[in-house]
């Protein structure tokens, strides 16, 4: 189905250009992620091993941060920053809960705050992941480690992850799909050949003749069961509740019902990268501090516990994803706003009283959606982990479940606007598009 939708999306000639321009933004990317930053030494990353906060930094970066190089930050601070605002308008800071209540102006002073929120963020973050990593290596990454040195590599990565940030809105304004999530999704593809080689040389060439049977039926298993969760997130991701809505106010010829359609997991892949964010970083910072002379007893049990790779680290990664999916689901549907408006609209839930009633009503929904969300994202998350532990598998693969809902959601995304540009194309009788 996606290869025909494709064939006929490349036929339009608008289409093909936005699908062209995609692809050269996506190669300048790529392009990037190989220019290490100047005057660091990128074979000291290699000391660090099998360090979680480097594989996360990895996965948004599009496996950037093991050249070290000038995309190293990607898109990360810009997705931070964007969650934040989104924060602070949950009647947290009074001028951005009134921007975003005026429409276009708003949301140009938003993505405004945005960006300059994320410059900060990159610059900060950028300096303290040199500064740790140089920390924890036995071998020096900045061979110089002063604070011109620091400010310098601080700057370099600070810009080239404004680069990244405006490729992607580039991506937004004049290609094909939503530009962050394009540049994420072209990352975690680049990634694919080394984790099936991984998984190739650990099953096959390092192993004796006589478990080669062995090794293809689990390869097998391993391939049907990644074919299974991909058709289960590719279900839930799809999957809508549409709640039935009535209109009292009709214009001439207007649909007297309608239906507010919302996801069984709408907070998307969000959890699920905050969760891995937060249990990745005491693995970094905690290591650094004791490198300090800082030996204390309870900072190895805080460790452990935040290792998404130990019993109980897996435990807390569970409940920091259902933690987060109820929070992100909140920001994503505001129950109060939604009821404002279909009261505005003069529109109304069948057996539900406007108003109060119908927030009400929503919130409880959104609870029992964010349940079932919250088990559907911990599942394909903690699945890949347990594999990994179980079988011996590459370091790469604990993040498949990231990985693979972000490549669905993209891929979904990407569908629905090809979708889009072809419906559009059938009533070109009815309005101008350019063949």
């Known amino acids: 189905m996606f290869f025909k939708l494709l064939k006929d999306a490349l036929k339009v000639k608008h289409v093909r250009r936005k699908i062209l321009f995609t692809i050269f933004i996506i ?4 392009l990037g992620t ?38 190293s930050l990607g898109v990360s601070p810009y997705i931070t920053a964007s969650i934040v605002v989104q924060l602070l308008q949950m009647d947290i800071l009074p001028k951005f809960v009134e921007w975003g209540k005026q429409g276009e102006v708003g949301r140009r002073k938003l ?34 480690p002063n604070p011109q040195t620091y400010i310098l590599i601080g700057a370099i990565l600070t810009t080239g992850s404004v680069v990244v940030t405006w490729l992607g809105e580039q991506i937004t304004d004049k290609g094909f799909g939503n530009g962050v999530s394009m540049i994420i999704f072209s990352g975690i593809v680049s990634a694919l050949p080394n984790t ?20 293809y039926l689990f390869i097998a298993g391993l391939i049907v069961a990644a074919l299974i969760i991909i058709f289960f997130t590719t279900f839930v991701q799809q999957a ?41 970083l005491p693995s970094t910072i905690i290591p650094f501090v004791q490198s300090q002379g800082w030996n204390l007893s309870w900072l190895s049990s805080v460790q452990s516990a935040f290792d998404y790779r130990t019993p109980v680290g897996m435990v807390v990664y569970a409940i920091l994803i259902v933690v987060f999916s109820f929070f ?108």
């Open 27 to 30: 190669f300048v990317f790529r």
């Open 240 to 280: 809508e509740y549409k709640i039935p809505i009535q209109y009292t106010k009709l214009t001439k010829g207007a649909s007297t019902s309608s239906y507010l359609p919302l996801k069984i997991n709408p907070a998307g892949v969000i959890p699920v990268i905050f969760a891995s964010s937060i249990t990745a």
């Open 34 to 71: 190989h220019i290490t930053v100047p005057g660091v030494n990128v074979k000291s990353l290699e000391q660090l091993g099998d360090l979680p906060f480097l594989n996360m930094l990895n996965l948004v970066s599009g496996n950037a941060m093991n050249n070290f190089s000038v995309f």
């Open 328 to 435: 992100y689901t909140f920001v994503q549907v505001n129950p109060e706003k939604t009821a404002e408006n279909l009261q505005k609209n003069a529109s109304y839930i069948p057996k539900v009283r406007p108003g109060r009633e119908t927030e009400q009503y929503l919130t409880s929904l959104l609870k029992k959606l964010a349940t079932l969300g919250a088990i559907f994202l911990a599942f394909v998350a903690l699945s890949p982990i347990l594999a990994q532990q179980l079988y011996g598998l590459s370091a790469g693969v604990a993040l498949g479940g990231t990985s693979l809902l972000i490549l669905i959601s993209t891929a979904i995304e990407g569908m629905k606007q090809l979708e889009g540009y072809l419906l559009k194309r059938k009533y070109a009788g009815f309005m101008n598009v350019e063949d």
């Open 196 to 215: 099936i080689s991984s998984i190739y040389d650990d099953y096959f060439v390092n192993v004796r003749s006589s478990d080669l049977q062995s090794s």
């Open 111 to 144: 993505n405004q705050a945005t960006r300059y929120i994320s410059l900060f963020l990159a610059f900060f973050q950028s300096i303290g992941i040199t500064y740790g990593f140089n920390a924890l290596s036995s071998v020096a990454l900045v061979p110089t």
